[in-house]
């Protein structure tokens, strides 16, 4: 299977400024919208709103830049993330993070990441949620050497993810979910 990306959500980050941008592979134009927030780790939105956006084929657009400097202060900028996310209709079609101090110096508390897995013929579905923002997200399945849908993503608190893989040949659901390990940079601390 090949992986081809055609529309691609970019943030610019230079806090506490960030910019919103597209970028269409596409033969065609793309028109949706763009919802944002700046949140704390654990969810909390501080500020939020939405955006349309529109981006002619093959090409690429500023959607928005919005500026915090009202918001981000020394005191908070390291218990804080922007969130960017696509949508096409009531779809969610990308979503990306940034942050107002390095990841070592995010104030990450234990996403205590929960999955819940089922199974489609012969792709394993997990939908993903954390309390706390999980950053940079690995999969795994124990004794198995599968590719995910995603895999090193950030997970925002309280706003689900579904990751799907094939199921190893011979396994049941059960085995999955026993193999099945989620780990992210809390756990490398």
């Excluded at 657009?61 to 020394?74: E, G, P, Q, R, S």
């Excluded at 942050?99 to 199974?119: G, S």
């Excluded at 997990?126 to 599968?146: I, Q, Y």
Aim: a negative charge; charged letters at 25%; hydrophobic letters at 40%.
């Amino acid at each position: 299977r090949r992986f081809y990306a055609p529309l691609l959500l970019s943030i610019e980050d230079a806090p506490p400024r960030q910019g919103i941008y597209l970028t269409n592979d596409r033969c065609d134009g793309w028109e949706g919208r763009v919802k944002w927030s700046l949140e704390t780790l654990d969810g909390a939105a501080l500020a939020a709103g939405e955006a349309a956006a529109q981006v002619e084929a093959l090409a690429a657009a500023h959607v928005k830049t919005l500026d915090f400097a009202d918001i981000v202060t020394d005191d908070n900028r390291r218990s804080l993330t922007f969130i960017a996310e696509l949508w096409q209709d009531d779809e969610l079609v990308t979503r990306q993070t940034a942050f107002f101090a390095p990841t070592k110096h995010l104030r990450l508390t234990d996403p205590a990441i929960t999955a819940v897995c089922h199974q489609e013929e012969e792709t394993l579905h997990m939908v993903l949620n954390g309390r706390s923002l999980a950053r940079l997200v690995e999969l795994s399945l124990n004794e198995a050497d599968v590719v995910f849908s995603d895999n090193y993503f950030d997970l925002p608190a309280g706003r689900p993810t579904t990751i799907t893989c094939p199921l190893p040949p011979g396994w049941n659901l059960s085995q999955a979910e026993a193999a099945l390990q989620i780990r992210s940079v809390y756990d490398s601390f």
